[in-house]
């Protein structure tokens, strides 16, 4: 009771009408985690299960659905509960916490996307090379890195807003989970905290991007060169990336502008403009990956052929 009493609790202030759509809000939102779970995890099945798919490509593509998946999970458990309580809050800690996560695991998909757009180059642009740059321990090394350099850059904010020399003016955030609007919260932003975001955008975000355009350029002028199958291995390689690429950056400025313009548009817009942050992307991946990726959707459409035998066996 006590730790309750000296709790600091944070109102989410970005619902509409709950008492009148709390429960299909509940049902959306239970219904899309439950599908972005199942059809992301099914694709990291399918590559887990078949050697063929055991390639580095195969390998960051599970990756990045995985990285969905747990991209997911900082939003959706609350927001269930939150959809079944009588007040949305949550305490400035566990806020915190769940920027933190939102921060480390959102941008993490900048640099798998980068590491992709650098195994595709050297898959296209140098095959003879390629088994020896793209080795186990490479893709390890890469794995490793797109995860690690997040981590440690949404571990600065972190410990900045978590400072006892920062003072809460506001109580409420108009949105639905703890994003950027955390830093409306302040009396004064930090001059540091500001500079940092800056420099943020620009390394984790700006140069990924940068570097991805930069190795399908290059993959586009020498497929340009080459012969028809080589084009064709490209486009079919490199598109999926790039549709994944064009919505994540979407969703990116989304997230950036929300907080920024926040005073420009009505509740009802902001909401709507917050959901698409957690339900279009990651449901958007895995269907991009199963249905645009021949190799994937090969072995998908034999696990819904097998499926669907089995329960027409059970039927009879």
């Given at each position: 009771?006590?730790?309750?009493?000296?709790?600091?609790?944070?109102?989410?202030?970005?619902?509409?009408?709950?008492?009148?759509?709390?429960?299909?809000?509940?049902?959306?939102?239970?219904?899309?985690?439950?599908?972005?779970?199942?059809?992301?995890?099914?694709?990291?099945?399918?590559?887990?299960?078949?050697?063929?798919l055991?390639?580095?490509m195969?390998?960051?593509?599970?990756?990045?659905?995985?990285?969905c998946?747990?991209?997911?999970?900082?939003?959706?458990?609350?927001?269930?509960?939150?959809?079944?309580?009588?007040?949305?809050r949550?305490?400035?800690?566990?806020?915190l916490?769940?920027?933190?996560?939102f921060?480390f695991?959102?941008?993490?998909?900048?640099?798998?996307?980068?590491?992709?757009?650098?195994?595709?180059?050297?898959?296209?642009?140098?095959p003879?090379?390629?088994?020896?740059?793209?080795?186990?321990?490479?893709?390890?090394?890469?794995?490793?890195f797109?995860?690690?350099?997040?981590?440690?850059?949404?571990?600065?904010?972190?410990?900045?807003?978590?400072?006892?020399k920062?003072?809460?003016?506001?109580?409420?955030?108009?949105?639905?989970?703890?994003?950027n609007?955390?830093?409306?919260?302040?009396?004064?932003?930090?001059r540091?905290?500001?500079?940092f975001?800056?420099f943020?955008?620009?390394?984790?975000v700006?140069?990924?991007?940068?570097?991805?355009?930069?190795?399908?350029?290059?993959?586009?002028?020498?497929?340009y060169?080459?012969?028809?199958?080589?084009r064709?291995?490209?486009?079919?390689?490199?598109?999926?990336?790039?549709?994944?690429?064009?919505?994540?950056?979407?969703?990116?400025?989304?997230?950036?502008?929300?907080?920024?313009?926040e005073?420009?548009?009505?509740?009802?817009?902001?909401?709507?403009?917050?959901?698409?942050?957690?339900?279009?992307?990651?449901?958007?991946?895995?269907?991009?990956?199963?249905?645009?990726?021949?190799?994937?959707?090969?072995?998908?459409?034999?696990?819904?052929?097998?499926?669907?035998?089995?329960?027409?066996?059970?039927?009879?």
């Amino acid at each position: 009771m006590n730790n309750e009493m000296n709790a600091t609790y944070i109102f989410l202030d970005g619902y509409v009408e709950m008492s009148k759509y709390k429960y299909a809000y509940f049902f959306l939102m239970f219904s899309a985690y439950i599908l972005i779970i199942c059809s992301n995890l099914t694709i990291v099945y399918l590559i887990w299960a078949n050697k063929n798919l055991h390639e580095p490509m195969y390998v960051f593509i599970a990756a990045l659905l995985v990285n969905c998946v747990f991209y997911s999970s900082t939003t959706y458990p609350k927001l269930l509960i939150d959809l079944l309580s009588e007040k949305q809050r949550i305490t400035y800690e566990a806020c915190l916490l769940q920027f933190y996560f939102f921060y480390f695991v959102g941008p993490a998909e900048f640099f798998l996307l980068a590491v992709m757009s650098y195994d595709r180059y050297v898959s296209i642009c140098k095959p003879l090379l390629y088994p020896t740059i793209m080795t186990n321990t490479t893709v390890t090394v890469f794995l490793v890195f797109s995860w690690f350099v997040p981590a440690c850059h949404a571990s600065i904010p972190l410990i900045m807003l978590s400072s006892t020399k920062v003072k809460l003016c506001s109580f409420n955030i108009r949105g639905i989970f703890c994003n950027n609007a955390v830093y409306t919260l302040q009396c004064v932003m930090p001059r540091s905290l500001a500079i940092f975001g800056v420099f943020a955008i620009l390394d984790i975000v700006i140069l990924p991007i940068l570097f991805i355009l930069f190795s399908y350029t290059k993959i586009l002028i020498i497929s340009y060169r080459s012969s028809k199958e080589v084009r064709r291995k490209a486009a079919e390689t490199c598109l999926p990336h790039l549709l994944v690429l064009f919505g994540l950056t979407l969703l990116s400025v989304y997230d950036i502008c929300i907080v920024r313009m926040e005073s420009d548009f009505s509740k009802t817009a902001r909401l709507i403009m917050t959901l698409q942050i957690v339900l279009y992307h990651p449901l958007f991946n895995p269907f991009i990956y199963g249905f645009k990726m021949k190799e994937i959707y090969k072995h998908l459409k034999r696990l819904f052929w097998q499926a669907k035998v089995v329960l027409s066996k059970n039927q009879q």
